[in-house]
Structure formats: C-alpha cells, structure tokens
C-alpha cells in the first residue's frame, strides 16, 4: 500500500550536498525515520541516496542525525537514529513521520531487536507506514534473504532505487 504524502511542510533550506541542488520553490519535505540495530547500513544509506558514495569504514551515528537531502528532485528529511541507543528512547522524532524504515541486514539479531523496536514505535506514534528493509543482500545467502523485506545493497546499488520508487511515488 502507498503512502498518501499530505503531511508535508514548507521546505526552503538548500541542499547540503554537492552535485544534488534542489529547486528553492517551496514544496512538500518527506520525513523518513531510518531505524535498525547498529551496522547494518542505515548511515550509509542516506549517503548513498545525497551523494552517490559507499564507504566501507564504521562511524557509529551518536544518539541521531537529521539529514536534510534532495533525492530526484524530491525533499527528504531523513532521521538517522543510532542503532545502540533509539530503542531506550522516547523521543518526538518519531511523532510525525510519514515513513519509518526499519532496516535489517544479514544477522537474525538485527531482525529480532529491529522487529522489537520497529513494533514499539509503531504502536506509539503510528508513523504513516512502515518499511522493512533488507540491506547487505552483496554478502547475504539466499536462504537468509527476507521474503517481506525490500531488499537492497548500499554497497553495490542494488535495489535503492526500487524502493526509493515505491516510498516516493
Ligand atoms: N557489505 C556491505 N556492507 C555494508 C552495506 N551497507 C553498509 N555496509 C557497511 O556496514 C557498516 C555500518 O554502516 P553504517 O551505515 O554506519 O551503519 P548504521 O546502521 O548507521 O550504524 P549505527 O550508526 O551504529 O546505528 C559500514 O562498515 C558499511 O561500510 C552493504 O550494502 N553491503
Ligand atoms: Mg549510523
């Protein structure tokens, strides 16, 4: 099921990245919680979306992160919460998106203590919709790919714009 995007609001802040310039006129900003148990790819995502860029060293996000980007002529206000800590946390971040994805990646872990926190917020704060995201699918076997999940590889491109196509449009 589609998101109907209606909760927007005026969004006239520049593009913080090069090579993506968004128009200035004003037009409807997505907001987009990003959560999942710490290292499977949530960060990197975001970049990967403003910047075109994958690294493969580990900088754990300190508590969260908002990031204001322009993704196919569309504002983004992504929330990048910390794995380690968004579950201990109450937090308005959370109150008024229009899309929460919770991320997993190859390690049943990340799926148990995401499906945990993706199920509190949910019931708290009743987010527009949720996306299940499998990240990693480079280095996952198949037998351990998510048939619910929309899976996608930060690393090699794959499946990004599949499902920045089915939150967007
Ligand atoms: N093989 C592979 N590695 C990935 C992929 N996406 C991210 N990584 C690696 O996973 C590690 C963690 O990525 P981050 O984006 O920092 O993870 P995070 O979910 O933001 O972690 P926290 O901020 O601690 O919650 C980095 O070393 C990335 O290079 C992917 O698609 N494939
Ligand atoms: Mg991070």
């Given at each position: 099921m589609k998101t109907t995007l209606m909760k927007g609001r005026e969004n006239t802040k520049k593009n913080?990245?090069?090579?993506?310039v968004c128009s200035e006129k004003t037009k409807m900003s997505l907001k987009i919680g990003i959560v999942g148990t710490?290292?499977?790819?949530k960060t990197q995502f975001i970049d990967r979306l403003s910047t075109n860029t994958f690294d493969r060293c580990y900088n754990p996000t300190d508590q969260y992160d908002i990031r204001n980007i322009c993704y196919r002529d569309k504002d983004i206000e992504f929330r990048d919460f910390a794995g380690t800590q968004y579950y201990m946390t109450d937090n308005?971040?959370?109150?008024?998106?229009d899309v929460l994805i919770f991320m997993v990646d190859n390690t049943e872990i990340s799926y148990k203590n995401g499906r945990k926190a993706a199920s509190e917020i949910l019931a708290k704060y009743a987010p527009n919709r949720v996306v299940l995201v499998q990240n990693k699918i480079d280095i996952i076997e198949d037998d351990k790919l998510l048939s619910r999940a929309c899976k996608i590889s930060v690393k090699t491109n794959e499946g990004i714009q599949e499902l920045m196509d089915d939150i967007l449009f």
């Open positions: 913080d990245f090069s090579g993506y710490a290292g499977v790819g308005d971040l959370f109150f008024d998106l």
